[in-house]
C-alpha cells in the first residue's frame, strides 16, 4: 500500500520573528514528509517578494500558495500534484483570516481525472457570529463548478483543513469532552468561544462544525476513529491551559464523501508548547484508492 500524508498546522505565528523557531518548525513538518500540507498564520510569508514563502517552498520541498495577508496557506508536493486553479478571487468578504482555496489534478490519477479542491482556512477568533458565517462560505468551495476539457461542468470534491477555533459538535470516546464553561477562568475567551441562547444561558461553540457536516464534509478524524476504533484520531489539537480550559480538538481536516474510502489513518503529533500552541494534525490516504475514486467520480459526473 502507497500512502499520501496530509498535515494541517497552525504554527504559532509562524515562528514570531524567531528565526530559529521558524526553522526548528519547518525542520519538523520537513521530518513528517508531507505530499500535502495546510498552513494557518504564515505570516508575513509573502512580504519582501515572498521572501518567506520562497524560504518554507525550500524547506518543505513543496509548492505552495499563500492566501490573502499571509493568513493561510497550501503546499503540495509537484511530482503528485498539479494546480489547475486558484479560488482566492473568489473568498466572501467575510474572512479575516481569508482561507487558500486551491483546485488540484491528483497526477497518478491521470489527466483526466477529477481535480479536487484543497482549502487551508482559519475562524474567527472571537466572533461566534463570524465563525457562522465563515463555516456557510466554506461550504461553497464544496459545490464550485469546473468545466472539464470537453465542456461539461462537474462538482469537485473538496478537502479542508484549519483552526477552527471552536468545537466539535459530539464527544466520542477518547476525544476531549466540551469544556464546562464555569471552569475557564479567562470570561472573554469563554466568550469568544460559546454561543449565547435566546434563554440568556450559554453553551461551547459548535456551529461551525455542525454546518460543515450537515453539507456533507466529513470530520476524517471523528470517520477514522469511528470507523477503526482508533481513538488517537481524535485526540487534543491544543492543550489545556488555566486561562483557556480543558484540552480540546480545536483543529481538524473535513472532506467529501468520495475520500472516505481512501483513508487509512489519522493522528495527532504533539508539538512542545514552547513552539506553537497547536499539535499537527495528520491524515494518511491509500494513494491507488484515491486514484480510482477520482476516476469514478469523473465517470459519475458524466
Known amino acids: 500500500m502507497r500512502t499520501l500524508t496530509l498535515l494541517n498546522w497552525n504554527f504559532e505565528d509562524n515562528g514570531g520573528g524567531d528565526q530559529a523557531k521558524w526553522a526548528k518548525g519547518h525542520d519538523l513538518l520537513a521530518s513528517l514528509n508531507p505530499d500535502l500540507l495546510l498552513r494557518q498564520e504564515p505570516w508575513d510569508a509573502a512580504d519582501n517578494g515572498h521572501t518567506i514563502h520562497n524560504q518554507q517552498e525550500d524547506v518543505l520541498g513543496l509548492r505552495g500558495w499563500i492566501g490573502a495577508r499571509s493568513r493561510t496557506a497550501v503546499y503540495a508536493d509537484p511530482t503528485l500534484f498539479a494546480p ?52 456557510q462560505s466554506l461550504t461553497a468551495y464544496a459545490d464550485r463548478k469546473w ?23 459530539q464527544d466520542l470516546p477518547g476525544a476531549p469532552a466540551l469544556p464546562d464553561l464555569s471552569s475557564i477562568k479567562d470570561k472573554r475567551h469563554m466568550v469568544h468561544r460559546s454561543r449565547l441562547l435566546p434563554d440568556g444561558t450559554r453553551v461551547p461553540d459548535t456551529e461551525p462544525d455542525k454546518t460543515l457536516r450537515d453539507a456533507e464534509l466529513f470530520d476524517l478524524a471523528r470517520y477514522w476513529a469511528e470507523k ?57 490516504l491509500d494513494r491507488d484508492v484515491l486514484a480510482d475514486i477520482l476516476n469514478e467520480q469523473q465517470e459519475l459526473d458524466a
Not at 147 to 169: F, M, V
Request: glycine residues 6%; charged residues 20%; aromatic residues 6%.
Open 228 to 284: 477503526s476504533g482508533d481513538t488517537s484520531a481524535v485526540a487534543r489539537t491544543v492543550n489545556a491551559s488555566d486561562t483557556h480550559g480543558p484540552d480540546a480538538r480545536i483543529d481538524r481536516v473535513y472532506g467529501s464523501t468520495h475520500f472516505l474510502p481512501a483513508v487509512i489513518g489519522v493522528d495527532v503529533i504533539e508539538v512542545d508548547p514552547a513552539l506553537s500552541d497547536h499539535h499537527v494534525v495528520r491524515v494518511k
Open 147 to 169: 468545466k472539464t476539457h470537453d465542456g461539461r461542468k462537474i462538482t469537485p470534491p473538496i478537502l479542508a483543513g484549519g483552526d477552527n477555533n471552536s468545537y466539535p459538535h
Open 84 to 135: 489547475v486553479r486558484d479560488w482566492q478571487d473568489k473568498v466572501a468578504p467575510m474572512w479575516v483570516q481569508p482561507p487558500t482555496p486551491v483546485l488540484l489534478r491528483y497526477r497518478p490519477a491521470g489527466s483526466t481525472a477529477m481535480p479536487f479542491v484543497a482549502v487551508s482556512y482559519h475562524l474567527h477568533y472571537c466572533s461566534v457570529t463570524n465563525r457562522a458565517s465563515e463555516a
